[in-house]
């Protein structure tokens, strides 16, 4: 059963969709951005975490250190929207929370965003990001991808991209109801329409267009569902199984397993889309964020002794 605190987060949600969209037509794009970055509230304030502004491969950046890293262990965050709204303000809480737990520095990206800047900008942001933690004296193997929804999406296709380019792999890739399937033939698309009190189904197909632009929205690298899962790094997915990407999560799952690769899914249930955004709020949150604490723990430890 959800926490109460987890069923609380429909009131929060329903509240932000009536003032963003009780605007209508008369909100830009701009300011449908500015609103999303509200979501940045969602989870308690971390003061035993140092925020600086940075810059990694031509992109602003935030760097979020705890009080006390681990040494040779680094993340590398894409936070979600679906390539169109989300932004550094929006999840800087909940990189927060993820520095603390994981007893790791957090870089989280200003990667492009479409419309404006279609597919590849995102992914071309993100690949440039990795490559300057690696001119910093990261290896290969002390960082970890992480992202939600969209965000996800950007950690499998940066892997498989590596991977084709005879690059090694990060760490390991965490990715929190990951957005995998521009194309939106998960069957949870329908099934769980009536449970989600966020995501819908009509706007992933308008931001799905704006971010595959001229690409087919089942190119893999647009929709990594489709690409091929072999060799690439660990994986952890963390999903509400009434979201409805749900079956984006398990049948990336799947694929994974079916390609030998390592891969952990976690669900909770009643719990909304990236609900990790509740940190510090929500119980299921908190919980999600250990469990990515310690997974990290076992990949990145093991790699680097």
């Known amino acids: 059963m959800?926490?109460?605190?987890?069923?609380?987060?429909e009131q929060t949600i329903a509240e932000y969709k009536a003032g963003v969209i009780g605007l209508g037509p008369s909100l830009t794009l701009d300011e449908r951005r500015k609103a999303a970055d509200g979501i940045g509230l969602w989870a308690t304030v971390r003061n035993d975490v140092t925020h600086t502004?940075?810059?990694?491969?031509?992109?602003?950046?935030?760097?979020?250190?705890?009080?006390?890293?681990?040494?040779?262990?680094?993340?590398?965050?894409?936070?979600?929207?679906?390539?169109?709204?989300?932004?550094?303000?929006?999840?800087?809480?909940?990189?927060?929370?993820?520095?603390?737990?994981?007893?790791?520095?957090?870089?989280?990206?200003?990667?492009?965003?479409?419309?404006?800047?279609?597919?590849p900008a995102a992914l071309e942001d993100a690949r440039a990001a990795y490559e300057e933690l690696r001119k910093k004296s990261w290896k290969s193997d002390q960082i970890v991808l992480a992202g939600d929804s969209a965000g996800g999406g950007i950690v499998l296709a940066l892997m498989a991209e590596l991977r084709d380019e005879g690059m090694d792999?990060?760490?390991?890739?965490?990715?929190?109801?990951?957005?995998?399937?521009?194309?939106?033939?998960?069957?949870?698309?329908?099934?769980?329409?009536?449970?989600?009190?966020?995501?819908?189904?009509?706007?992933?197909?308008?931001?799905?267009?704006?971010?595959?632009?001229?690409?087919?929205?089942?190119?893999?690298?647009?929709?990594?569902?489709?690409?091929?899962?072999?060799?690439?790094?660990?994986?952890?997915?963390?999903v509400s199984s009434t979201e409805i990407l749900f079956d984006d999560a398990t049948r990336a799952r799947d694929r994974a397993v079916a390609a030998g690769v390592d891969v952990q899914l976690n669900s909770w249930e009643g719990v909304p889309h990236v609900f990790q955004l509740f940190a510090g709020n929500v119980p299921e949150a908190d919980e999600s964020l250990g469990l990515a604490a310690a997974w990290l723990n076992d990949r990145v430890n093991s790699s680097t002794t």
Do not use: C
């Open 169 to 238: 792999q990060p760490a390991g890739g965490m990715i929190f109801s990951p957005w995998l399937d521009l194309a939106l033939t998960s069957n949870s698309m329908e099934r769980l329409a009536a449970k989600d009190p966020w995501t819908t189904k009509a706007a992933l197909e308008l931001f799905g267009g704006y971010y595959a632009g001229e690409v087919s929205r089942d190119d893999p690298r647009v929709s990594p569902l489709y690409m091929d899962f072999s060799g690439i790094a660990p994986l952890l997915i963390h």
């Open 53 to 119: 502004e940075a810059e990694l491969g031509g992109r602003a950046a935030s760097l979020y250190e705890p009080a006390s890293a681990r040494p040779g262990r680094v993340i590398l965050y894409f936070h979600g929207g679906g390539y169109v709204m989300g932004s550094l303000q929006s999840h800087a809480r909940l990189m927060s929370h993820l520095a603390h737990v994981t007893d790791s520095p957090v870089y989280g990206l200003d990667f492009r965003r479409a419309p404006e800047h279609p597919f």
């Open 2 to 9: 959800p926490s109460p605190q987890a069923l609380a987060t």
